[in-house]
C-alpha cells in the first residue's frame, strides 16, 4: 500500500485539447470550495470545478474520494 500510495500522482498537470488545465483526485475531506482555493487561488471560484465536471457531479456538496475532477485553467 505504502509504494502503490507513493506513486499516485495527486495533482497532475495536463495539456492539450481545447484548453490547459490539471487534474485532481478527491481525497477524504476535500471539498470544492479547497480545491478551488488550492489549485485555482480562490476557494469561491468552486463553481468553475462543478461546471467543469457536469455531468459527473450533480450538486456540488456531492464529491467523493478517488473521484478525478477536471479543473479549468486559471
Do not use: S
Request: aromatic content about 8%; hydrophobic content about 30%; overall charge positive.
Amino acid at each position: 500500500y505504502r509504494r502503490q500510495r507513493q506513486m499516485c500522482i495527486r495533482d497532475r498537470d495536463m495539456t492539450g485539447g481545447d484548453g490547459d488545465g490539471t487534474f485532481h483526485t478527491v481525497e477524504k475531506g476535500d471539498t470544492l470550495w479547497a480545491i478551488a482555493a488550492k489549485t485555482l487561488g480562490n476557494g469561491a471560484r468552486y463553481e468553475e470545478i462543478f461546471e467543469a465536471n457536469k455531468p459527473m457531479l450533480k450538486h456540488p456538496d456531492k464529491i467523493y474520494p478517488g473521484q478525478m475532477l477536471r479543473i479549468p485553467a486559471k
